[in-house]
């Protein structure tokens, strides 16, 4: 994990789709992401939160702007430092977990260190130990057909920390789950925020969880309405 003040930056950050009349998912974006921030990130459909999250994860390149990861700019990043960079210092948490079904709890966690080639024996018994700590140390044997969704999004979370990134993106998390599983959610990503220093961006449509966090960016039209703690101190 890299440690430094200032994780992510972004300068007029711009997405357009070009065509008859462009359209602008995200447009002239100025965002600084601290390392450490357990943030959300807010909006209507089509405020550009996916997009954004998408660009921010190196998923997709902005039409224009500057994206800088640790001071780096990323523009002129060829697409093999882009996927080296997201294996080793990002992690994906989504909303429909994208599990494997054909594979078990550990099999799935394990598939960023195939990825990356960085399996060792090492590496197999840190992810055993994440699928402790999120309380499934007894079922990493189980395929997800065989596990609640609750504990397929925890397998999920496993995932994306076994590298032991810098930053997760988390795109509806909790969407999918009854509201008890979701609290269960996300007092584990807040527990790791706090341990481990993780910086956790998190894509929800759920005002409720957003106000748990200790910043809320709302957009509007691929535009920063608004950048803000949430009136209520987080728990």
Do not use: C
């Not at 596990?147 to 920390?161: H, K, P």
């Amino acid at each position: 994990m890299i440690q430094t003040d200032t994780i992510l930056q972004t300068i007029a950050l711009t997405k357009v789709y070009e065509g008859i009349q462009p359209v602008y998912a995200v447009r002239d974006l100025d965002l600084t992401i601290p390392q450490g921030s357990f943030m959300s990130i807010i909006g209507p459909s089509g405020s550009g939160k996916s997009t954004l999250m998408n660009m921010l994860g190196l998923l997709d390149r902005p039409s224009s702007g500057s994206l800088k990861y640790m001071g780096e700019p990323t523009e002129t990043w060829e697409e093999k430092r882009r996927s080296q960079f997201r294996n080793e210092e990002i992690g994906f948490i989504f909303q429909a977990h994208l599990l494997l079904p054909e594979f078990t709890a550990l099999e799935n966690v394990l598939i960023p260190l195939q990825i990356g080639r960085n399996l060792s024996p090492a590496r197999i018994e840190h992810a055993k130990s994440l699928l402790d700590r999120i309380g499934l140390g007894d079922r990493m044997h189980h395929r997800p057909p065989e596990l609640s969704g609750g504990q397929n999004q925890r397998v999920a979370i496993a995932r994306a920390l076994v590298n032991t990134p810098s930053i997760v993106f988390a795109d509806e998390p909790t969407g999918a789950l009854d509201s008890t599983t979701s609290r269960s959610v996300y007092d584990l990503m807040r527990e790791i925020n706090r341990e481990e220093k993780v910086t956790f961006v998190i894509v929800t449509h759920e005002r409720e969880l957003a106000g748990k966090t200790d910043r809320v960016i709302t957009l509007l039209d691929g535009r920063l309405q608004s950048d803000e703690a949430p009136k209520e101190s987080p728990s």
